[in-house]
């Protein structure tokens, strides 16, 4: 494991104990989750999977970057068998526990999603990557050689990641956009261009069947969880909206679903 590599795996064993990841561990949360699985996605990436994946019972799913396991959750509650992936062991450990305590059909490997060296060729009817997968992925194009490998033939990506029109900003909520980068500096912060993972796809052998430009549906894209709990409510109820929130009139969220 190069240096590079140990970090992001030490940075993330560290946020998986987060105020935020812990209070998405919480016996309500999971509930929620256990009670209406779609809450695991954006509305409108639900029904992308849907469109591609209409039943999920005994189709296998891979999750790279599984982070904090609500989508493992979800596709495992919706019958289908799931192999969540993560570089953080801490990560898959609190997963596990919740797993174990639903009784999910989930298995756990810890893997570099870059690689997945520890995943067979072939095997998956889906591969889904969830947000915050791809800001901290350097190398795009063999993540993307490497989910067409282990997908089976015909078988469906579908990223799911905010959206790259965000990134030369700050993204202050509020505030009127403020441009602190160029679009096509993507290094050292690993901020990929719509034509980077598109033409990541295509070198893949990947064909791209659909692509989503998406609204934020919640407060929480724009805030950390410290600063989101300090906010006033009956003000967040309009940030969604580009005339009270300038920066919502971009699209925060973009999904692309291709077919091997």
Known sequence: MNELLKQIKESWNKTADSDWYRSLRTAEKIEELVNEPANAFHPSVYQLINKFVP??????????????????????????????????EK???????????????????????????????????????SNGTHTWITDIPTMYKNISRVLKSSGISIMFDIHPFNRPFTGEPWKEPKIIKPYKETMPHCHWRIQDLVNAMIDAQLCIKKIEELPAVNASFWFSYEELIKQDKEKLAKINSWEHNPMAALPAWISIAAQK
């Open 55 to 88: 039943d999920l019972h005994g189709k296998k799913v891979l999750l790279p970057s599984s982070g904090d396991n609500h989508a493992a959750f979800a596709f495992a509650l919706s019958g289908a068998e799931v192999t969540s992936a993560d570089i953080s």
């Open 91 to 129: 990560q898959l450990e609190h997963a596990q526990e919740i797993s174990n305590r639903l009784k999910l059909n989930i298995r756990f490997i810890c893997d570099d999603t870059t690689q997945l060296s520890n995943i067979d060729d072939n095997s998956f009817d889906l591969v889904y990557t």
